[in-house]
């Protein structure tokens, strides 16, 4: 297969630009990744064995850690679309020096690091937070209520931590639409529901599907967010790799729940590889 | 301007639009015929696209009115005036087929499906297309996608077609053979159209009447003969056409509507009313200067050959007669005398325009 790529100088030329990035990545991420499969699969005196596997996949409570894992990935992605698809209409519709303010809101937050921001929503939601407090002054609540350490703010955390990389995708494939798109549908007859419905939805599905790739899978393999808005008891895939690896010492459990994390991220960049090919 | 046709299918009223300080349009009146096919011709800037995004419903105008067929449409939004319009570069729907894109309207009014392949392959067959309706759109020509345009406009059955500079994106062979194409096939159907263009070749080919548009104004509404033959502005016969301009003052007013125009070439007669001492610009079209045999007689000019230009047919010659700017002549082909030349013209008195002088 390499020498048919090598036989194409446009080929050629494509690999050698890639190749950095690939060495990188190779180096970096595949390496450990395949460390990970014989580690998965070697038992405490070195022989090979699925034990860990049949933990994981065998008892409720790991199964409960990767449903955790998945609700709060899923329901993160959910409220980021719902949220970030209209954004970035907001987006493209804003002119000037909005569209620059608005663009700077949302790259600017990426540069903070997700510490600092999961630290300032728990210092927002925590009983004498700024939140509490707000409702308390508006006469909604009498008595602080607890909000941190509850599944409604991690996930509003997690939303509003990850909400960029729905907006951006999602502003570049439809800034690259074509608005007399939409003056077509409406002189062809269609109301704007319907012009939206059959022109621009359908044509910003790549982006859909890259942001909601991007926050899944920043969401399921996120370790700050649900360590710090949840706490110690709330458990999912990455922080029970780090507590196998970390706390138990017992690597091969690690690995598997690795291996988990693992598969359901590559399902899920498989699936919107897939989708995007069929989308327009 | 023209006056308006007897039963006016599309009347425009005193439509005016504003963006910010500029005034894009100025007061347009307009009346259009059923079956009548009019362009909208102009600089980028004068307007036309913002009339026909205003007839559209694509923009609002800030006052006046739009009335099709006796109903007032100035307010309706663009999904409801069943007016279609085939875009500069044909705003097809990327992820839909060929079919698709022509059905996008059928689907939209609820029609049944049954119906709609047939309506479909019935306007893809009126623009010959009907052996690519299963292809997806981006696999079409230039010129395939212009009439995939054309059928998903027509195909709804507007009650006008607004065309907004639709041949120009094709190279110009195309664009000519597609010109005369599209004429006939709106006269089949009867359709009322309107082009926007700066294209005058496009215009004069296209319409029964051109509306020559400049700064948001309509100069002259007239059938394409009169336009080119009578123009009724400076700028309208700038704007089409070729033209040999003279600047002079009027110096004798020898009976009404005749006048005697002192240039650098001599003194002209020509058909006019301007009191005497009126700064004029005297023009005509290149081709009614003729050479003369002698530099007497009336209304001869006469200056020094600068260059020829040969078109086959026909030779453009370029005589500096002292004004600065040399003078267009245009005659038959082979009949250009050697550059450097003293050569006579006679200026046309009949076909001679006469209009106000901006600069002075």
Not at chain 1, 53 to 80: M, P
Not at chain 2, 72 to 82: Q, V
Not at chain 2, 168 to 187: F, G, P
Not at chain 2, 215 to 220: A, F, L
Request: hydrophobic share 50%.
């Amino acid at each position: 297969m390499i020498a048919a790529l090598l036989a194409n100088r446009e080929k050629r030329i494509a690999l050698a630009f890639l190749a950095p990035a690939v060495l990188l990545l190779l180096v970096l991420f595949v390496l450990p990744l395949l460390l990970l499969l014989p580690a998965s699969i070697r038992g405490a005196d070195g022989s090979f064995t699925l034990a860990a596997y049949a933990r994981l996949l065998g008892e409720s409570y790991y199964l409960g850690i990767i449903w955790n894992s998945l609700k709060f990935a899923s329901l993160t992605t959910l409220f980021a679309f719902l949220i970030g698809y209209p954004a970035a209409f907001g987006l493209l519709y804003a002119r000037g020096w909005l569209r620059s303010l608005l663009l700077i809101c949302l790259f600017l937050p990426l540069s903070v690091g997700v510490i600092v921001k999961a630290f300032a929503w728990t210092v927002l939601l925590r009983r004498d937070g700024l939140v509490n407090a707000a409702l308390q002054l508006l006469g909604i609540i009498d008595e602080p209520i607890r909000l941190i350490f509850t599944e409604p703010a991690l996930i509003i955390g997690a939303v509003n931590i990850f909400l960029p990389f729905m907006i951006l995708p999602v502003y570049a494939v439809v800034a690259q639409i074509d608005r007399r798109l939409g003056e077509a549908a409406a002189t062809l007859g269609a109301p704007p529901l319907t012009a939206f419905l059959r022109v621009i939805f359908p044509l910003s599905l790549p982006g859909i599907i890259a942001g909601t790739a991007l926050v899944f899978a920043l969401a399921v393999s996120a370790y700050v967010v649900p360590t710090l808005l949840m706490g110690e008891r709330y458990q999912t895939l990455p922080t029970l790799i780090t507590k196998a690896f970390l706390l138990a010492r017992d690597p091969a459990f690690g690995a598997v729940a690795g291996m988990a994390l693992l598969v359901i991220a590559l399902s899920v960049v498989l699936l919107s590889t897939r989708l995007n090919r069929s989308a327009p | 301007m023209s006056a308006a046709p007897a039963a006016a299918h599309l009347d425009i009223r005193d439509v005016g639009k504003r963006f910010g300080a500029t005034t894009v349009l100025d007061g347009i009146t307009l009346s259009v015929a059923a079956g009548e096919l009019i362009t909208l011709l102009g600089p980028s800037g004068c307007g036309k696209t913002t009339l026909l995004r205003a007839i559209a419903g694509l923009a609002l105008p800030d006052s006046g009115t739009v009335t099709v067929a006796g109903r007032d449409i100035t307010r309706l939004p663009p999904h409801k005036r069943h007016v279609g319009v085939v875009f500069q570069n044909y705003a097809l729907f990327p992820h839909l087929s060929v079919r698709g894109n022509v059905a996008f309207g059928l689907r939209v009014h609820g029609k049944p499906k049954t119906e709609i392949d047939g309506i479909v392959d019935r306007y893809l067959g009126l623009v010959k297309l009907a052996h690519l309706a299963e292809r997806p759109v981006s696999a079409l020509s230039g010129g395939q996608q212009q009439r995939v345009a054309l059928a998903r406009a027509l195909a709804v059955e507007p009650t006008i077609m607004l065309f907004d500079e639709a041949l120009s994106a094709l190279d110009r062979k195309l664009r000519e053979s597609m010109q005369v194409e599209l004429r006939q096939l709106l006269r089949d159907i009867g359709a009322t159209a309107i082009f926007v263009t700066h294209d005058q070749d496009e215009a004069l080919t296209m319409s029964d009447r051109i509306a020559v548009m400049n700064g948001g104004r309509i100069e002259q509404c007239a059938d394409p003969k009169t336009v080119y033959a009578a123009p009724a502005t400076l700028f309208a016969l700038d704007f089409v056409g070729l033209s040999s301009k003279l600047t002079g003052r009027v110096v004798e007013v020898p009976q009404r509507g005749t006048i005697i125009v002192e240039t650098v070439a001599g003194r002209l007669t020509a058909r006019a009313n301007f009191a005497v001492g009126s700064p004029v610009v005297l023009a005509t079209r290149p081709e009614y200067l003729a050479l003369s045999d002698t530099a007497t007689g009336e209304n001869v000019i006469s200056g020094r050959l600068h260059t020829t230009v040969f078109h086959g047919s026909r030779s453009m010659l370029h005589v500096d007669i002292g004004s600065g700017t040399p003078l267009a002549v245009e005659i038959s082909g082979l009949d250009a005398p050697p550059a450097g030349n003293t050569i006579h013209l006679r200026w046309p008195v009949e076909t001679g325009y006469v209009y106000p002088d901006p600069s002075a």
